[in-house]
Nanobody, 113 residues
Framework: QVQLVESGGGLVQAGGSLRLSCAAS????????MGWYRQVPGEQRELVAT???????RYADSVKGRFTISRDNAKNTVYLQMNSLKAEDTAVYYC???????WGKGTLVTVSS
């Protein structure tokens, strides 16, 4: 079975940093593109960043230059380094296996102004 477990969320002041982690199991991790998404209550879940099996990355315009997605295939883990955080980054952040549409349960990031 596929399992994704997000961690690293919390409360941070504006301008600060957090690193989110997503540990995957039940898949041959290195073969899959991974993504980070976020959602605010009442709004649609939005793409934050993706990373392909080859390490190619894409970012939402709202986070470009501030966030970095990376992966460690030896640890079956994908990361999201978030710098220069803004209040509008507050959301639940979800990990996703792109091609088979599996999701984690999310980790809450709250940015105080």
């Amino acid at each position: 079975q596929v399992q994704l477990v997000e961690s690293g969320g919390g409360l941070v002041q504006a301008g600060g940093s957090l690193r989110l982690s997503c540990a995957a199991s039940g898949i041959i991790f290195r073969l899959y593109a991974m993504g980070w998404y976020r959602q605010v209550p009442g709004e649609q879940r939005e793409l934050v960043a993706t990373i392909s099996s080859l390490g190619n990355t894409r970012y939402a315009d709202s986070v470009k230059g501030r966030f970095t997605i990376s992966r460690d295939n030896a640890k079956n883990t994908v990361y999201l380094q978030m710098n220069s955080l803004k209040a509008e980054d507050t959301a639940v952040y979800y990990c996703n296996v792109q091609s088979i549409a599996y999701w984690g349960k999310g980790t809450l990031v709250t940015v105080s102004s």
